[in-house]
């Protein structure tokens, strides 16, 4: 073999190098947003307060205390648009924002929903999240014979007195599996 070919192997097994670990990088620097206030534009006014989601707390804690809440990994909560969950998903994966999919705006309830089917009701960012967080809510305090009232419930709406225990820093929600009452 010519000394060429050596030259032109060497610069590309040096080039492949440089270009791995800069995609390596770049992946390892993706930022994750742990702490995610769910305030949406996608509604008019909010008439409740501001939940905070501790995505950590879910995907840490609450998967590791309670497995089979999470048997899909992040595709308990992330699907796509066939509504099939993203059972590969990694921390610091890029993933849509619900909005993206389900564009309408607003919460559709009552007789503006009579006739609709539940495909067309989650074309609702308000009613894709709240169907998202509310039934695995429910299927938990199931499981775990509470109600949604007592100690160690998971919340599936905002009664009043969780609604008036406003974050002294931010005013917003924070509430989970834990929560004291």
Known sequence: MSKRFWIIAAVTVIVMFFIGNGLYAKMASKEFKDVIKMDNKAYGEHTKGIVTFTHEKHT?????????????GCGECHHNKEGKPLVNL???DEVQ??????????????????????????????????DNCRDCHRKFNR???????????????????????RSP????????????R
């Open 90 to 92: 990694k921390k610091g």
């Open 97 to 130: 924002n619900c909005i993206d999919c389900h564009k309408k705006h607003g919460y559709i309830k009552g007789k503006e929903a009579r006739g609709l089917t539940k495909k067309q009701k989650l074309e609702y960012y308000a009613n894709a999240i709240h």
């Open 169 to 180: 820093v931010n005013g917003s929600l924070n509430y989970g599996f834990n929560r004291e």
């Open 143 to 165: 499981k775990m014979k509470l109600k949604s009232n007592e100690k160690g419930a998971a919340l599936f709406s905002l009664p009043r007195q969780v609604r008036e225990n």
């Open 60 to 72: 840490k804690e609450y998967a590791e205390k309670y497995p089979e809440f999470f048997k899909k």
